[in-house]
């Protein structure tokens, strides 16, 4: 009995093994990037930017790679990352916020 993780089906929505050490291998230097800049670097609005940003590409390989919505139906991508989006906005906009008062 082949179980449904090693189905071809479920490989091929997820990616290739190669595929998957990339986006990992990615992420983690995502990470110490984010841990080094936040580290030594001034706080400041272009800082701020910076690391949401990286932030933000984290969450879109892990959204579209790890949680396998590259190939779903188009709306399961558009909610999550729509979600990461409204997310991100609001954070911006509270340091924004701070920022003027």
């Known amino acids: 009995m082949q179980s449904s993780l090693s189905s ?8 290739t ?6 986006i990992w291998a990615a992420l983690i230097f995502a990470t110490m990037l984010t841990w080094t800049v936040g580290e030594r670097a001034d706080a400041g609005p272009a800082i ?3 690391l949401m940003t990286i932030a933000f590409a984290k969450g879109t390989l892990i959204i579209l790679d790890y949680m396998a919505l590259r ?4 709306m399961w991508p558009l909610i ?3 979600w ?3 997310v991100c ?6 340091y924004w916020k701070g920022l003027a008062a």
């Open 17 to 22: 093994p190669n595929r998957a050490a990339i």
């Open 48 to 50: 701020t930017a910076l």
């Open 84 to 86: 990461m989006l409204l």
């Open 89 to 94: 906005s609001m954070i911006g906009l509270a």
């Open 71 to 74: 190939r779903a139906p188009l």
């Open 80 to 82: 999550a990352l729509g």
């Open 8 to 15: 071809p089906r479920h490989a091929s929505s997820h990616g």
